[in-house]
C-alpha cells in the first residue's frame, strides 16, 4: 500500500522555523513529482510549492517564494519543506503529494493526512 506521511509540524513564533517531512512507504518516490498544498481555516486548500519528478527544478507560491525550500532525498524517500521566517498568515494544515507521471501539473495520485503548522505569539 502506497502511503504518505507528514510530520514536524508543531507551534512556532512569528519569523521562525520549520521543516516539515514527507516519507513514502510503499513506493519509490525518486521519479514522482512532489506538492506541497496548505489549507487554512475558512479558505480554500492552495499550492504552495512543487519539485518535478524528473529534473532538479522546483517552484513556490508567491507569498512563500524567498522563504520556504523544497528538497528531496532519495536515500531517504523523503521529500522536505523548509519553512523560514513563518507569518501568521502561514497558519494552515500541511498536506504532501505525489504524481506518478513526475509532473507538478499533474493530478497527484497519493496524498499525506497533514500535518499542522501554526504561527503564533
Known amino acids: 500500500q502506497a502511503q504518505l506521511v507528514e510530520s514536524g509540524g508543531g507551534l512556532v513564533q512569528p519569523g521562525g522555523s520549520l521543516r516539515l517531512s514527507c516519507a513514502a512507504s510503499?513506493?519509490?518516490?525518486?521519479?514522482?513529482?512532489v506538492g506541497w498544498f496548505r489549507q487554512a481555516p475558512g479558505k480554500e486548500r492552495e499550492g504552495v510549492s512543487c519539485?518535478?519528478?524528473?529534473?532538479?527544478?522546483?517552484e513556490y507560491s508567491n507569498s512563500v517564494k524567498g522563504r520556504f525550500t523544497v528538497s528531496r532525498d532519495n536515500v531517504k524517500n523523503t521529500v522536505y519543506l523548509e519553512m523560514n521566517n513563518l507569518k501568521s498568515e502561514d497558519t494552515a494544515v500541511y498536506y504532501c503529494a505525489a504524481d506518478r507521471a513526475g509532473s507538478c501539473t499533474g493530478t497527484y495520485d497519493y496524498w499525506g493526512q497533514g500535518t499542522q503548522v501554526t504561527v503564533s505569539s
Open positions: 510503499g513506493f519509490t518516490l525518486r521519479y514522482y513529482a
Open positions: 519539485i518535478n519528478g524528473h529534473d532538479p527544478r522546483t
